[in-house]
């Protein structure tokens, strides 16, 4: 059964840094392109950053130049290094795995910027 657990979230000030990490299991990890979400109170879900499966990346503009979106194969983890946060960046972040048709979601962590 497929399973994606993130963590790593917590409460950060202005300026701050964070690693999250989305665990995965159930499925080919490698096969599968990853990506990181985000919905803060009130706001629809957006597209924070995304590596495929052959390790190229995108990311929103609003977290460009600040985020990095990595994965270890070996490991069947991807993670947000997420610097210089400010308060904008208050959400829930979510896990996602996508393959042809099939798809997974994760429970999200949340991520709390404020001083």
């Known amino acids: 059964q497929a399973q994606i657990v993130e963590s790593g979230g917590g409460l950060v000030q202005p300026g701050g840094t964070l690693r999250l990490s989305c665990a995965a299991s159930g499925f080919v990890f490698r096969w599968y392109a990853m990506s990181w979400y985000r919905q803060a109170p009130g706001k629809e879900r957006e597209l924070v950053a995304v590596?495929?499966?052959?390790?190229?990346?995108k990311y929103s503009e609003s977290v460009k130049g600040r985020f990095t979106i990595s994965r270890d194969n070996a490991k069947n983890t991807v993670y947000l290094q997420m610097n210089s946060l400010k308060t904008d960046d208050t959400a829930v972040y979510l896990c996602k795995a996508e393959w042809t048709h099939y798809s997974y979601w994760g429970q999200g962590t949340q991520v709390t910027v404020s001083s």
């Open positions: 590596i495929t499966s052959t390790g190229d990346t």
